[in-house]
């Protein structure tokens, strides 16, 4: 990768847009980057490894922390390195994240991270511009950029620091440090973060495998109870035994409780029988109580079908008087209408003669309206004169009106364009506070942030010790549930032992064998109440309770722990922090005062858009001039066209009479002149209309009387015909008006007057034929005594629901054993399963962790390898320059009886022929030892990572303590690093290198920021 032209803008200690051409430095072979300490030399490397990776060349800074707070707080961080791979050219651009000036209106706007790579082959260094970098291969996206990057060179950021920016100062520190010291530095040179991963992967997975052998071998021995499982299936075999000796005994049982229900069962059907015969009987006499009551309704029944027949003959009476009721009714109506009809035929005759004779007032009317309207158009002519006339007097006020704004518009835009050429003196001074405002306000941010990061540590430690707290409560309640529980258990697996022994007592005879023990001697008789119920259910209930309080005990058990080891991490993470030196009460105030005077300043718009807004004030005060100058001109020409309108209007009103040119009093004559002529045509045309209507309205009302009339006779003769059917219907029934109407009213209760009839009939049949058949079931047998037979059932119920009990207990106990028994079983071969799989991870993890023969952990191993290959790769280059007389190894150490090599480092002197320490190098043989070291460390990267071409490389710092002679000869071995065509530069701060290498670049530092000189405008 060679470097052709760095562009950086308020980057790091660079304000504004700086650009660094290494087309000159390149050529020249070995170049210098000059400067004070803090000027910016690094944050050149730091600009070229943010443009390729997105990060510094420390690493330990954020592309945030590069972001310049020298620069306005308008400028935008940003970064381009143009640069070639062989013969082609790219171009890589990034914006680092970062808050920015908001793009509309005050205040701030977040602008997230951006890449972009461009290939420019075939373009010139001056062709590449911001609007034409060449084409796109990657455009905004982070992580595209960030992946072509290390496909096209080959290596990533951490070993771009080792190759390219070599540490030279880091292994000078490796020469002279102790063996404890010199550790950390290898570290951070070599990388062994996949090893430090490795292992501590494989030592969690060890740690988690053990534990999983601790817990499952803990679970099969609390199961078991500590037994074994030889003990156990023999606990299991005695269950079984006894089992069966209560299936035999319980089969008896059951059959003699068979024959006892069998017999019940029968007794119990007889004395039903003998039950149903009494209710039988008492039903017999009831029904016969019922017969007055049953003839009644069956007279009352056939009267209601009678009257059933008869009833449409009246309704047909009652149809028919409606009807004449309504006839009537219209008759008389009728009569009324035809009077009212010759009434109004009267009064319009009269009003038609009235209308007829003021013909000679209709006429007048019409004509005098006619001349009204006449007027009233010239009036009209001379209303629109009147109105242009009112729009030239407002067009005058108008221009007058706008004559006055415009010259008070030009004194106010000199005055606005004074007060901007004020303002204007003051910006330089605003700028300044802006800048120095955020920067303050930048720094109290970060620290805000780090201190919300402590604090937010502090507030998860004490949330977990809470926690602990009541998992610790919880696990003390659980064990002391657990230990109640198994009380209670203990007293109940007791109290079932109790009443199953004074059951089997109770059946012991002498000279009988025992069921449980086979003894024919009897001492000593359990005793007892044998009544009590529930044993064997209390006894599953604090069996089963049992169980739940051990898995609760052990879920508690564990979360507590888990909950322990969360805290460790709580507290080790609060301690790897370091506490801020100021608490947020002392932090607060200050931030907020601070954030309040860059809201003010902010909330300042006066200088915004200043110079545009000086520039418009410039051109609005010469326009207000203009706009003064033609609005009088305006209104000159607007005067003279009112007093032409004035003219012409006053003539065409000559033509209206005097009273008659107010508009008021001319529509008020119009409209009362219209009012009499439609009053007088409209009195005539209704006069017409009424005394035809009149007519019309007589002939009808005349017909609808007669019509009316033979209606009524109709009606009449209907009314008359259906009542003399009504009364000859009731004759011929035998019934009489008020007897109709009884029996009227039990119509609707025939259907259940004939149902309760039938019902009492069939009723008393059936209870006839009960009885018979009754009487033959029974014959001569007497009733039997159920009691007693209930007695004997209910005895060898209970004998037979002891022993059921007995062997339910002993079935679930069964139950459970074998349950336990079969995941004992499966625990066991998972656990041999779980020891194969730890004897291999074990060793591994031993190996790994530096429990070995050698006491050596695997990235300690992997740091010596790889430090072994840089030392071969540094004895080729420290051997010129040392004239051979130097190498560098690392010596041999016996501990223990074994031999083994350390992180020390020791030079063998060829001319002493011995191994001393590092530290007793000069400091030139030290320099030149340090240079070689860089040099192979960036010998190796390179071959490890496919023999990549390196066209630049830097060193950094460690020429200011050389004698002449040793810089010389360190100089010559950076002058053969330019013959395998790698340019080399230094970064330095000292005048003797300076003066040696004239080609490179100089950092010049102001109060504004730092800047950057090429040397060759200087020589």
Known sequence: ??????????????????????????????????????????????????????????????????????????????????????????????????????????????????????????????????????????????????????????????????????????????????????????????????????????????????QEIHDERLKRDTMINNNTEEAFRADIDKDKMAIGALDTRIEALENTLADHRKVLTAA???????????????????????????????????????????????????DARDDHAEAFKAHVGSEETFGEAETAR???????????????????????????????????????????????????????????????????AGKQLDALRALQKLQPDHDKAVNDASTRLAALQREAEVLGEYEKAITRRDQQKETVASLTEAHQKST?????????????????TDIQALHVARKLRDGEPCPACGSLDHPALATGDPSRQGRHEAFESAQGSLEQAKTAEQEAKGALNAAQALLEERQSALSDLVQPARNREALLPILTEETDKKAALDADTRFVDLVDRLSKAEAHSDDAGQVLEGAKQVLAGRKSELS???????????????????????????????????????????????????????????????????????????????????????????LSAEMFQTAKAAVDQIDDLEATIKTHEQSLAANTDRLKRLAVEIGERERPDIEALKAKVSASATELETDQNERTRLRTELIRKQSVLETVVKISARLKSLEERYAPLGEISNLVTGN???????????????????????????????????????????????SKRGLDIAVHDANTEKSRSTKTLSGGEGFQASLALALGLSDVVQQNSGGIKLDAIFIDEGFGTLDDETLNTALETLHSLTNEKRAVGLISHTEQVKTLITAGFDIEVSATGSHIRSRAEMF
């Open 644 to 734: 032409n309108a004035q003219t012409q209007h006053d003539a065409m009103l000559r033509e209206v009479p005097e009273p008659f040119r107010q508009t008021s009093h001319l529509s008020s004559s119009l409209k009362s002149a219209i009012s009499e002529r439609d009053r007088l045509l409209n009195a005539h045309q209704t006069a017409l209309k009424g005394d035809k209507e009149t007519a019309v309205a007589l002939a009808a009302a005349e017909q609808s009387r007669n019509g009316a009339k033979t209606a009524l006779g109709r009606a009449s003769s209907a009314l008359d015909k259906a009542s003399k059917a009504l009364s000859d219907g009731l004759s011929a029934a035998q």
């Open 1 to 210: 990768m060679r470097p052709i032209r760095l562009t950086m803008t308020a980057f790091g200690p660079y304000a504004g847009t700086e650009v660094v051409d290494f087309t000159a430095a390149m050529d020249a072979g070995i170049f210098g980057i000059y400067g004070d300490t803090g000027a910016g030399k690094t944050t050149i490397f730091d600009g070229m490894s943010f443009a390729l990776f997105g990060e510094s060349s420390g690493a330990e800074r954020s592309a945030e922390d590069m972001i310049s707070h020298h620069a306005s707080a308008t400028a935008l961080t940003e970064v381009e390195l143009v640069f070639e791979l062989g013969e082609e050219r790219y171009v890589v651009h990034r914006v680092p994240s970062q808050m920015r000036a908001a793009s509309r209106g005050s205040g701030t706007a977040y602008q997230s991270h951006e890449a972009y790579l461009f290939k420019a082959t075939g373009l010139a260094l001056d062709e590449i511009t911001p609007d034409h970098r060449g084409e796109v291969l990657a455009e905004k996206k982070v992580k595209s950029v960030d992946g072509m990057i290390e496909e096209l060179l080959g290596y990533n950021a951490d070993q771009f620091r080792q190759i390219v920016l070599l540490p030279q100062g880091d292994f000078r520190k490796i020469l002279t440090a102790s063996s404890d010291e010199r550790s950390p530095i290898l570290k951070r040179l070599f990388d062994v973060r996949l090893y430090e991963g490795f292992v501590e992967k494989i030592k969690r997975q060890a740690a988690d495998l053990r």
């Open 852 to 898: 070995n023969d050698r006491k050596v952990r695997l990235p300690d191993f992997a740091i010596a390898a790889m430090f072994d290959e840089v030392l071969v790769a540094a004895n080729l280059r420290l051997g010129p320059m040392s004239n051979n007389r130097y190498q560098l190894h690392r010596p041999e150490e016996a501990s223990g009886g074994v």
């Open 346 to 412: 009267s009064a319009a005759q009269k009003t038609l003669a009235q209308t007829t004779e003021e013909t000679p007032q209709r006429e007048a009317a019409t004509a005098k309206v006619l001349e009204l309207e006449r007027w009233k158009a010239t009036f009209g002519q001379a209303e629109d004169l009147k109105q242009s006339l009112a729009e030239k007097v407002a067009a005058v006020k108008d221009s007058t009106t706008k004559e006055s704004d415009a010259n008070r518009d030009a004194e106010e």
């Open 480 to 496: 002391a549930h657990l230990q109640s529980c198994e009380t209670t258990f203990a007293s109940a697996e007791q109290d079932l």
């Open 268 to 318: 119990e059907a007889l004395s039903e029988k003998f039950s149903n015969l009494e209710d039988a009987k008492r039903d017999k006499s009831d029904l016969e109580g019922q017969r007055q009551k049953i003839e009644t309704l069956r007279s009352r029944s056939k009267q209601a079908r009678i009257a059933e027949k008869l009833i449409p003959l009246e309704q047909a009476v009652a």
